[in-house]
Structures are given as structure tokens and as C-alpha cells.
């Protein structure tokens, strides 16, 4: 094959995922751009962003992988069923780095700014926020992954080829939808707490 | 083989790099933080954050996984006369310059439905698709230099490349997205 026509090839396959990708950051953008009064309420949570949302394609692209090659190597059955042994020590396992990747991400942002002498808010209201938005999205994520993964084997698609734009487009979207109602509440709870103060 | 899919040993194989990226994607934080108040001040330029780092990084990891593919499959050589090489590196930047002016339109589109939009939808596109299309050239180049040092160190490039190009990614296209902003704006 020459260039050209290798060039075209993997242009044709990849323009579907990078499509549906883009719409789910497009509305992913929008939530984040209706967000402006809480960025600015807490200072320091657009420093946040990109690690919350990469934290989101990282475990939960690592767990549909994980899940896929269970699938197919027969370790794991096709069913949702909670007592599945691995599967729930896969979820809890997701769950557990996805908030201890969100808490670091909370805790070194905090650190990083007031390193640099940039305004900061208090480290307890950044690890809430991140810690509120990662146990949000990742049960929603855990959910749509197994969902898709299950689904798409049982009709004899490969789960590997699903995981991956599944998991960028919903990542995106439910990690900022998510991260909008964690600062809500987060604001809320300190504003009884100050006010009861 | 149960002892793979405990939650202890999933940890363990995951969290160290876990680790890594997030503080890489701190970084990508603090390019973002520093120009805050021109993002909060234009709906626009924010909408476009997530889908500008999430576009980057999955052209870089597309590409990344087609070139490891090649590269297992041992018909991938690194020389720029290299057709599989050359044709995937024009298709990464033809992705970008067809995917960005797309990306630059439907931001000011919805920005201008959920509130007032304070620049023009030409000034968000010509950000968007110049961002895009640098972002492009820069992932291809990433990949190609990870994926080379995983060849050279004998490294599976499943398992490194992709993670590895997926945060740089994300991470230049914060600094690229700041710099068009800088730029055109």
C-alpha cells in the first residue's frame, strides 16, 4: 500500500469514534462553560479539571480493558450479577484508584498554588469536590461500562473497540456533570456550616 | 489466575502510573488556571477545554495504536519514507484539520444558546482549527518519538505509548490552545 491510500484507511476508521468523541467534549464544554460562577467560588478548581477528567478515561478505559479480556478469556460471564467475585473486585478496585488518583489531584493542586502564591480554596473544599464528583462519576461509569461491554459481547461485537470511545465521550460528560453537582452540594454544606458558624 | 482480579493486585498494576498521569495532568491544570480570567471572560473559549484536550488525546492514542499494531505485526520502520509511517501521520493532521473548524463552530454555536457569546464565531474558529491542526503535527510527533524509545527499550507499546501519548496530549493542548488564544484573540 502506498502512503496515500494507508493515509485514507486509517483517516475512514477513525473519523466515527473522533466524531461521537467530539460531541461528548462539545457538551461536556457546555456544562463546564454554564460552571463559571462556581469556578469562580472556588478558586483552584479549573487547575482540577483536566486531572478529574483524565482520572475518568484512565481507570474506567483500564477497567472496560480488563473486563473485555476477562470476556474473552471465559473469566468472567457476560451477566450483571453482584456476586460475581471479579467483577466486583474490578469495580471496587476502578472505584478505589479513580478516588485516590481524584484526592492526590485535589491535594497537589492545592499544594502547587499555594507554592506559587496563586489563590487557593481551602484544601477540605477542593478534596470534597473531587472526592463527591469521583464517587458520582464512577459508579455512572462502572454502570455504562459494563452495560456496553456486556451488551456489545452478547451481540458479537468486540468489547476492545467499544471500551475506548465509550469511555472518552461518557467520561467527559458525566466527569463535568458530575463535577458541577459536587460543587454545588460542596457549596451548599459549607454555607450551612459558615452560616451555622 | 483469581488472585489477578483481586482488587490488591489490580492496584498495584494500575496506581503507580495512575499516579503519574495525574500529576502530569496537574501541570495541564496550571497552564489552564494561569489564564483563567480570559476563559471565564469568553463562554466560548471555555466550552472548548474538554473537547480541545480530549480531541488531542485520542488522535495521539489512534495513532499510537495503529503504529504499535504495525509495529507488532513488523511491517513498521522507522524512516519517513516508511508508507505506513507517512500515511498515518498525514491522516492525524487531515483528522484534525477536517474535526477543528467543526469543533470551532459547535462551540460558539452552543455557547451562544446557554448565554451571551463576547467573540466572534470566526475568531473561535480560527482558534479552534489552528490549535487543532498544531496539536496534530505535535502528536504525531510524541507518538512517534514514544513509540521509538518503547522499540529501543524493548517495551511493550501497548502498554506504555498509549497512556504516555493519550496525557501529553492532553497536556500540549492546554499550552497550545493558551498560545492560539494569546494569538488570535
Given at each position: 500500500m502506498g502512503t496515500v491510500d494507508v493515509a485514507r484507511d486509517a483517516y475512514r476508521e477513525a473519523l466515527p469514534a473522533l466524531a461521537a468523541s467530539l460531541v461528548g467534549g462539545l457538551l461536556a464544554g457546555v456544562v463546564l462553560g454554564g460552571m463559571r460562577a462556581e469556578l469562580r467560588a472556588v478558586e483552584g478548581l479549573l487547575v482540577l479539571v483536566p486531572a478529574l477528567l483524565a482520572t475518568r478515561g484512565n481507570v474506567y478505559g483500564s477497567f472496560g480493558a480488563r473486563l473485555s479480556t476477562g470476556l474473552h478469556q471465559g473469566l468472567v460471564e457476560p451477566r450483571v450479577d453482584a456476586g460475581d467475585e471479579r467483577l466486583r473486585a474490578a469495580a471496587s478496585a476502578a472505584l478505589a484508584n479513580g478516588l485516590l488518583a481524584s484526592a492526590l489531584a485535589a491535594v497537589g493542586a492545592a499544594v502547587l498554588l499555594r507554592l506559587l502564591g496563586r489563590p487557593v480554596a481551602p484544601l477540605a473544599t477542593l478534596l470534597s469536590v473531587a472526592l463527591v464528583a469521583g464517587l458520582l462519576s464512577g459508579v455512572a461509569l462502572t454502570v455504562v461500562v459494563v452495560v456496553v461491554v456486556f451488551a456489545g459481547y452478547r451481540r458479537g461485537r468486540n468489547p476492545d473497540t467499544l471500551v475506548g470511545p465509550v469511555v472518552t465521550t461518557t467520561g467527559d460528560v458525566f466527569g463535568v456533570v458530575f463535577l458541577l453537582l459536587a460543587v454545588r452540594a460542596t457549596l451548599a454544606l459549607v454555607g450551612l456550616v459558615g452560616g451555622a458558624g | 489466575m483469581a488472585t489477578d482480579w483481586s482488587v490488591r493486585a489490580i492496584t498495584r498494576a494500575t496506581l503507580p502510573v495512575l499516579v503519574g498521569l495525574t500529576l502530569v495532568e496537574l501541570g495541564s491544570g496550571l497552564v489552564l488556571g494561569s489564564f483563567e480570567r480570559r476563559l471565564l471572560a469568553s463562554p466560548s473559549l471555555l466550552v472548548l477545554v474538554p473537547v480541545t484536550i480530549g480531541t488531542a488525546g485520542n488522535l495521539g492514542s489512534i495513532l499510537a495504536s495503529r503504529l504499535s499494531t504495525a509495529f507488532h505485526l513488523g511491517?513498521?520502520?522507522?524512516?519517513?519514507?516508511d508508507d505506513e509511517l507517512a500515511g498515518n501521520a498525514v491522516a492525524t493532521v487531515a483528522l484534525a484539520a477536517t474535526l477543528f473548524p467543526v469543533v470551532g463552530l459547535g462551540a460558539w454555536t452552543l455557547a451562544s444558546f446557554v448565554g451571551t457569546t463576547t467573540l466572534a464565531p470566526t475568531t473561535v474558529v480560527v482558534v479552534a482549527s489552528s490549535a487543532g491542526v498544531v496539536l496534530a503535527v505535535l502528536a504525531v510527533a510524541v507518538t512517534l518519538a514514544a513509540t521509538y524509545v518503547a522499540y529501543r527499550l524493548s517495551l511493550d507499546p501497548d502498554d506504555v505509548v498509549i497512556p504516555v501519548v493519550t496525557n501529553v496530549c492532553d497536556v500540549l493542548g492546554v499550552v497550545v490552545l493558551f498560545a492560539a488564544v494569546l494569538v488570535f484573540t
Open positions: - | 511491517t513498521l520502520s522507522f524512516s519517513p519514507a
